[in-house]
Structures are given as structure tokens and as C-alpha cells.
């Protein structure tokens, strides 16, 4: 039976079978060129939109939510018009979103809702359990199959008849781990295990032996000891020395003594989060004072979590417990019960969706859609199938041949989805496609795992294929998301891209907007701000010699060799990289002082060597294209033994290296800000008239000194002042003028009866 969904108004669904007279047309609320948007696609996308708004359904609303969705319709028709909508790379993008979109509507949401609520319930106990395994594997033949859960059950008569069931574990589970824990799984809770295992763990009494249960494992037998409340999580932070198992006696005993004199110094109560930096081996949490993520049962090594959990009050330490991995001195940050229902809602059906139980969600969802869809088997023609099963199936060689009888069996039908007839040559399609190699598993039983799997592609392919006629909400969703891509893909072209590329348009559209993009009264402004007069006097005495030693670089001595004017190859060096660094810095200024090697005779000493040196410097750092005003020869008649040299000083204009000087030992003494202000923006500037010259205020404690160098009127800005703006403007100007193209050409009529029906106040 086909089925189709059809809205009435906003929200009322009628269903017709494709046997049923004609069916009436959906009402048109929209026609742009020649496509149809019916009311019902108008009111599904309205309603998303507005409905939590007050205005909904008003008058005024509707009509410019109509402007708003003509517009995105407008640009889809275009879209279609050049066939973006059958590119491959636009096939592919819907086709991952249509995936993505359908599984909310592939589960049983009732299955999910149970199990949702039963794993927040069994996440408030913690079991304690021990376990037998015997190993099978899901597919196994049922022969191997059979002799495991015999196995099994004789395991568990003979625990139950005294057999201690510790012992029969370290003797026959096929549990790697069980040699060394005698099959203890210790603690855990829900969500930690595999669903089916969960299960008869928490539905078997403490003390009781469960049922053979099967796994993706195998076969279980599970011994509860213990129930008890969960503990909830908590957050801790440890210091850890390594000594994993088999070290040397004597590097066991170096890491014990290592780790008994680190906890001495915390009783000492010496800075936990320095001891941890210094001392930790636990590299991803050391820099960090120790702190590891939240955890509960189950989920740390057991003795690491047996003594975090004994920890009563957050700050209590534990003393060196030892893991596996080495010793830990444990520090309890914080608690938290389990968060409630409506908290956790959300991550649980995540995990869910995840976990094992969601293979009962899929045997729900398709025992619904076989009978919705009424599935039939032509058992006659399964059983002539199954039979072509041979010895290449195992191999993953298998290729369909045709037997001499029944002749018609490549056609015959296997069963029917909805009347849709799925053939035994489609069936062997799929078995060629999707065969592998097995072992330990007959012909048959692989020939039976196949057409189950068969079965079950089939009819979520079916369902996938029909979703947009069973769920109204998910039409709609697919039909958002394939004009959007559409549309994204036009925008880029028309607008987005353009507005950015188009630099002789937008020069144009600046041009001829200039009067919307104005610069407000502006100052050129100074404000200190200083935590006192003393701060605010040096402040001063600094500005006004206009540059400042700069604390990012250091005095720089460049070393002379023999001779007046010879640089030594390191000076040179050192000079290079001063040259490119102010290059960069306009800011920079230098101070340039020659010194006299006291060792030079007399002669030499008169003519000046140490400013004839300074000299070649300046010289030296012109020709790497430094102005010659930014460097200043400061005379000295100092004489150094041992030393021809040249020191140089760097300075800046830049007011924060005033602010730095004077912050040394404390970092609040003085704030300094200089650059062009608009009116409203800077409080303490806009309460002292805007005229050039300086003003003295007090505010909150601090004084300030404001000097204001120049007011300007307001003017145009520059495009590169504003550029941003500017093609945000030019971007919905070329997203106008397009629309008005495509209303010449998509002429656009509005079914306005239909409108008013839609508005409710």
C-alpha cells in the first residue's frame, strides 16, 4: 500500500491508498515561475521559525515571513534553472544529509524512551560480579554453537551443586584475565558492560548465579556478590612515581623512597601544585597541579579507585597507594551524586545509540516495519535458495548458478515489501557483494546468516526510500536542506564572492555611499591614568622627553677590532639584526656611545676614536636603510681597558614602554592610553571639554592626566577605515538588485486566501 502525507492548514494529516479516487490538489500558496509552493510547506517552515515569537501568526508576520520565503524561493528556482540540483558533487552533499536525517526515524522511539529511563535507574546501584566465559562467536555454526552453551550450563550445575564458582573460573573461563582475578569483574554500573551481560547482572540477587547468557563473546555465567548504591563521581588529583611490575628490587625501592619523601613534604603542607610540577611522572597531568578528569565505578584501576572513593572531605590526601603503573599519592577535589534524569537525558540516548542496546531497538523498529509493510516470505522459493549453498560460500568465492530446476528461479520472488516484489537474483546480487571468508561455519548456516542480513537491508532500504511519504517531518527537513545547499551554492557565486572580488564595484558602491559611513567628532587623545601623584610626576617627566628606554631590548655592545673603524664580524651580525628589527618598528630610536680603549696611545685618544666609531655605526645601519634621525651619537670621554667598543641604547616612542618602566613592582601603577577617540567612547575623556590642551581629574582612587593634542570635525572615513562594513552593505545591495532580476524573470503570484488563513490575529 502506498501512502502519502498531505498538511491541510497547518498541521492535518489525511491519508489516501493509491487505490483511492483522485485525490484532491493541495492547496497553492505561492507560484514563482512554474513552481508550486503548496500551504503546507509555507506553514511547516513558518511555524519552525516563529512560532516561539509573540507575533506568531499575526498579520504583519506572516506577510514578512512571505517576503522573506518568496525571496529564498526566488533564488532555489534560479538554482534549479541552471541544474545545480544535478551535479553529482550536489547528489552527494543531500545524500549524506538525507542520511544523517533519517535515523531519528529509523529507531522505535518507545524502545529507546524504556531503555533511556532503565539505564538512569540502574546507574543509582553498582554491582559487583564474577564471570565464567566460554567463547563462541555470534555466527558461529549452530553445532559449535550448541557444545558451548552445553559447556556452559555444566559449569554452572556444578557451581551451584558447591563447586566454588572462584575456582571453576581460574579453572575453565576462556576470560584471558581470569587466570590472574579468578573471573572478579569488581565493580561497575550501568552502560559499562555489553547490554546482554548488564542485563543479567542486574536482574540476578546478590549471591545468585545467573543464566547462560549470550555475548558477542560468547557465553556467561555470572556470580553477583555484591549491590550497592553507586557512589556517584569525583574529580582528583594525584602525584605519581613509576615503578610498573618486574623493576629491579632496587629501583622498586628507589621509587617507594621517592614517593614516601614527597608525601612527607605534603604532611609538611609545602604547595601541592608545586610538588606535583617538580616531582609528578604522570607527564599529562603534572603541569596541571595532578588533576585528572571526573570518574566513577569502574572506570580507574581498582586500588587507585578503592582509595580515591575512601576519601571523605575534598583536600584529603591519601598516602602512597600502588597501582600497577607505579605509587600515587591520591588529593580529593570534589564530589557529585548522579545528576538527575532530566540532566543526563540527553548523553544517555547518545550513548545508547552507541551501545548494545541498540541492537533491541533494531529488532523493534523491524518487526514494526514487516508487518506495517506487510512482509511475506515465498517459503517455497526461500527453501530452493538456501540450497544453493556449496563450499565456495565459506570461502567467499560463491557465484550464482542457475539449477535446471525451477527454471524461473533467478526471477522468482524471494518475498515482497508492499507488493515490491525482491527476487532471488537480486539475492544473489547481494551475496556476491557482500560474501567473505568464515570459518568453523557450514554452507548452510552461512547461506542463512546472508539472507537475514538480506531481509534486513531490504527493508531499511525500503523504509529509507518511503520516509519522505510515512513522516511529514522528515519531507520537510530534506526539502530545507536541498534548497539550502542550492542556495549556498548561488549565494557564493552572486554575492559572498563577488562582494569580496568585485574591488572596482565596491570602490563604486563606497563612492556613492559615502555620506552612510561618516567618522563621528574625534580627539587625538593622551589619558594617564597612575595609582598616585608620585607615579603621575614620573609619568610626566618621562612623556616629556618623548621616548623611553625600551624594556624588550637590551643594551647592545658592539666590539671593534684593530683600527678606528673596523667592526668585528659579531658586531656586524649584531648590527643586522638591530637594522631589521627597527624596520619593523618605527617606534625605535637608538643611542649611540663610542668608548676609548684606555691602552691607546695619546694621539689616538685626541682624535676622538670612540665618536669616530660611534660614527661608522650610524653609518653602518644608514646604509641598511635606517634614517639618519633616529640614530644619536651621545659623546663620551670614558676610557675602558681592554675595550674598544660601542654601546647602544634603544628607545621607543611607544607610550607602554613607559608604562612597563614604571609598573616593575606593581603592575597597576600607572595605565597608559594614546590614539584618535570618537565622542562616546572613552567616559573619562568625555567629561572634560574637547579642546586641545591638558586636564587634570581624580576618579575612583586613581589620578588622571588627559591631554588632548587635536579635535577633529566629523569626516568621511577612508574604504579601508570601514571596509568590513562596507561590503556587508555592498553584499546585501547585490543580493537586492538580484532579486529584482529574478522577479522580472520569475513572475510571482501569492494565493492571498490562502494567506489569510494562515493568520489568527
Same mark, same amino acid.
Do not use: C
Given at each position: 500500500m502506498r501512502v502519502t502525507s498531505l498538511y491541510v492548514g497547518l498541521s492535518a494529516l489525511l491519508l489516501f491508498q493509491c487505490t483511492s479516487p483522485k485525490k484532491a490538489a493541495e492547496p497553492v500558496l505561492l507560484t514563482i515561475g512554474p513552481e508550486k509552493v503548496p500551504v503546507s510547506e509555507f506553514a511547516y517552515v513558518y511555524e519552525k521559525n516563529n512560532s516561539a515569537a509573540d507575533s506568531a501568526f499575526s498579520s504583519a508576520s506572516v506577510n514578512e515571513y512571505l517576503n522573506l520565503y518568496t525571496n529564498f524561493k526566488l533564488k532555489v528556482a534560479e538554482a534549479k534553472s541552471r541544474g545545480l540540483d544535478t551535479t553529482q558533487a550536489f547528489k552527494t552533499e543531500l545524500g549524506g544529509y538525507k542520511e544523517q536525517l533519517a535515523q531519528p526515524f529509523l529507531t522505535e522511539k518507545s524502545v529507546t524512551d524504556q531503555l533511556v529511563r532503565e539505564a538512569y535507574e540502574r546507574l543509582k546501584k553498582e554491582v559487583n560480579a564474577t564471570h565464567i566465559l566460554v567463547s563462541v562467536d555470534m555466527e558461529a555454526d549452530p553445532k559449535d554453537t550448541l557444545a558451548a552453551y552445553q559447556k556452559i550450563m555444566d559449569l554452572r550445575n556444578q557451581a551451584v551443586n558447591g563447586t566454588p564458582f572462584e575456582q571453576l573460573a581460574q579453572r575453565f573461563s576462556e576470560d584471558p584475565s581470569a587466570r590472574e582475578n579468578n573471573g572478579n569483574l569488581g565493580y561497575f554500573t550501568a552502560l559499562q558492560m555489553v547490554y546482554p551481560f548488564e542485563n543479567a547482572a542486574f536482574n540476578t540477587p546478590a549471591g545468585q548465579i545467573s543464566q547462560p547468557v549470550r555475548t558477542r563473546f560468547g557465553y556467561h555465567i555470572i556470580k553477583v556478590n555484591e549491590v550497592r548504591p553507586a557512589q556517584g563521581e569525583i574529580k582528583v588529583a594525584h602525584i605519581m612515581v613509576r615503578a610498573q611490575q618486574g623493576l629491579p628490587k632496587a629501583d622498586s625501592l628507589a621509587a617507594k623512597k621517592k614517593i614516601d619523601e614527597i608525601y612527607s613534604r605534603v604532611l609538611r603542607k609545602e604547595d601541592w601544585n608545586k610538588l606535583t610540577s617538580q616531582f609528578s611522572e604522570d607527564a599529562a597531568s603534572a603541569d596541571n597541579g595532578g588533576e585528572l578528569p571526573w570518574f566513577g565505578t569502574g572506570r580507574m584501576i581498582p586500588s587507585f579507585e578503592e582509595a580515591a572513593f575512601a576519601l571523605a572531605q575534598p583536600g584529603a590526601i591519601t598516602p602512597p597507594v600502588q597501582t600497577v603503573y607505579g605509587w600515587h599519592i591520591i588529593k580529593l577535589l570534589e564530589r557529585k551524586e548522579l545528576p538527575s534524569y532530566e540532566e543526563m537525558e540527553t548523553s544517555l540516548r547518545n550513548r545508547i545509540a552507541k551501545d548494545s542496546r541498540s541492537e533491541l531497538n533494531k529488532a523493534a523498529f523491524l518487526r514494526r516495519i514487516k508487518a506495517e509493510n506487510k512482509f511475506q516470505e515465498n517459503q517455497a522459493i526461500k527453501t530452493a535458495t538456501l540450497k544453493l549453498a556449496d563450499s565456495t560460500l565459506v570461502t567467499g568465492k560463491w557465484k550464482f548458478s542457475v539449477p535446471a530446476e525451477p527454471k524461473n528461479l533467478p526471477t522468482a520472488t524471494l518475498f515482497t515489501i508492499a507488493g515490491k516484489p525482491?527476487?532471488?537474483?537480486?539475492?544473489?546480487?547481494?551475496?556476491?557483494?557482500?560474501?567473505?571468508?568464515?570459518?568453523?561455519?557450514?554452507?548452510?548456516?552461512?547461506?542463512?546468516?546472508?539472507?537475514?542480513?538480506?531481509?534486513?537491508?531490504?527493508?531499511?532500504?525500503?523504509?529509507?526510500?518511503?520516509?519522505?511519504?510515512?513522516?511529514?517531518?522528515?519531507?520537510?527537513?530534506?526539502?530545507?536542506?536541498?534548497?539550502?545547499?542550492?542556495?549556498?551554492?548561488?549565494?557564493?557565486?552572486?554575492?559572498?564572492?563577488?562582494?569580496?572580488?568585485?574591488?572596482?564595484?565596491?570602490?563604486?558602491?563606497?563612492?556613492?555611499?559615502?555620506?552612510?559611513?561618516?567618522?563621528?567628532?574625534?580627539?587625538?587623545?593622551?589619558?594617564?591614568?597612575?595609582?598616585?601623584?608620585?607615579?603621575?610626576?614620573?609619568?610626566?617627566?618621562?612623556?616629556?622627553?618623548?621616548?623611553?628606554?625600551?624594556?624588550?631590548?637590551?643594551?647592545?655592545?658592539?666590539?671593534?677590532?684593530?683600527?678606528?673603524?673596523?667592526?668585528?664580524?659579531?658586531? $656586524?651580525?649584531? %648590527?643586522?639584526?638591530? *637594522?631589521?628589527?627597527?624596520?619593523?618598528?618605527?617606534? #625605535?630610536? @637608538?643611542? +649611540? =656611545?663610542?668608548?676609548?680603549?684606555?691602552?691607546?696611545?695619546?694621539?689616538?685618544?685626541?682624535?676622538?676614536?670612540?665618536?669616530?666609531?660611534?660614527?661608522?655605526?650610524?653609518?653602518?645601519?644608514?646604509?641598511?636603510?635606517?634614517?639618519?634621525?633616529?640614530?644619536?651619537?651621545?659623546?663620551?670621554?670614558?676610557?675602558?681597558?681592554?675595550?674598544?667598543?660601542?654601546?647602544?641604547?634603544?628607545? $621607543?616612542?611607544? %607610550?607602554?614602554?613607559? *608604562?612597563?618602566?614604571?609598573?616593575?613592582?606593581?603592575? #597597576?601603577? @600607572?595605565? +597608559? =592610553?594614546?590614539?584618535?577617540?570618537?565622542?562616546?567612547?572613552?567616559?573619562?575623556?568625555?567629561?572634560?571639554?574637547?579642546?586641545?590642551?591638558?586636564?587634570?581629574?581624580?576618579?575612583?582612587?586613581?589620578?588622571?592626566?588627559i591631554k588632548i593634542d587635536q579635535v577633529d570635525p566629523p569626516t568621511p572615513k577612508k574604504l579601508n577605515e570601514t571596509r568590513g562594513v562596507v561590503i556587508s552593505d555592498y553584499q546585501n545591495y547585490l543580493e537586492q538588485e538580484w532579486i529584482k532580476e529574478l522577479r522580472q524573470k520569475y513572475p510571482v503570484s501569492i494565493n492571498q486566501p490562502e494567506v489569510q488563513k494562515l493568520i489568527k490575529h
Open positions: 525482491f527476487t532471488v537474483g537480486n539475492f544473489a546480487t547481494y551475496i556476491e557483494a557482500n560474501q567473505r571468508a568464515r570459518q568453523n561455519v557450514s554452507p548452510s548456516h552461512a547461506m542463512n546468516l546472508l539472507y537475514d542480513k538480506f531481509v534486513e537491508t531490504s527493508l531499511l532500504d525500503y523504509e529509507r526510500e518511503h520516509l519522505e511519504e510515512k513522516h511529514q517531518d522528515y519531507k520537510m527537513l530534506v526539502n530545507e536542506y536541498h534548497d539550502g545547499i542550492l542556495l549556498f551554492q548561488l549565494m557564493e557565486e552572486k554575492v559572498w564572492a563577488k562582494a569580496v572580488e568585485d574591488t572596482v564595484g565596491l570602490k563604486a558602491f563606497f563612492e556613492a555611499n559615502k555620506a552612510n559611513y561618516m567618522w563621528g567628532e574625534r580627539a587625538q587623545a593622551t589619558i594617564l591614568s597612575a595609582a598616585n601623584s608620585a607615579v603621575m610626576n614620573q609619568a610626566k617627566a618621562l612623556l616629556a622627553a618623548g621616548r623611553f628606554p625600551s624594556s624588550r631590548h637590551k643594551q647592545i655592545d658592539l666590539l671593534f677590532t684593530t683600527g678606528a673603524n673596523k667592526l668585528s664580524n659579531a658586531a $656586524t651580525a649584531q %648590527l643586522d639584526q638591530l *637594522a631589521s628589527t627597527m624596520q619593523a618598528d618605527s617606534a #625605535l630610536s @637608538l643611542d +649611540v =656611545t663610542g668608548y676609548i680603549d684606555a691602552r691607546e696611545s695619546a694621539n689616538q685618544r685626541n682624535s676622538t676614536l670612540g665618536a669616530r666609531r660611534a660614527t661608522a655605526v650610524k653609518n653602518y645601519l644608514q646604509q641598511k636603510g635606517i634614517k639618519g634621525e633616529r640614530i644619536k651619537i651621545v659623546p663620551s670621554t670614558a676610557q675602558l681597558a681592554g675595550t674598544r667598543r660601542v654601546a647602544v641604547t634603544v628607545y $621607543t616612542s611607544d %607610550l607602554q614602554a613607559m *608604562a612597563e618602566q614604571l609598573n616593575q613592582s606593581n603592575p #597597576l601603577a @600607572l595605565q +597608559v =592610553t594614546s590614539r584618535k577617540f570618537q565622542r562616546g567612547e572613552n567616559k573619562v575623556l568625555d567629561a572634560v571639554t574637547w579642546k586641545p590642551g591638558t586636564y587634570n581629574l581624580t576618579q575612583d582612587g586613581r589620578i588622571l592626566w
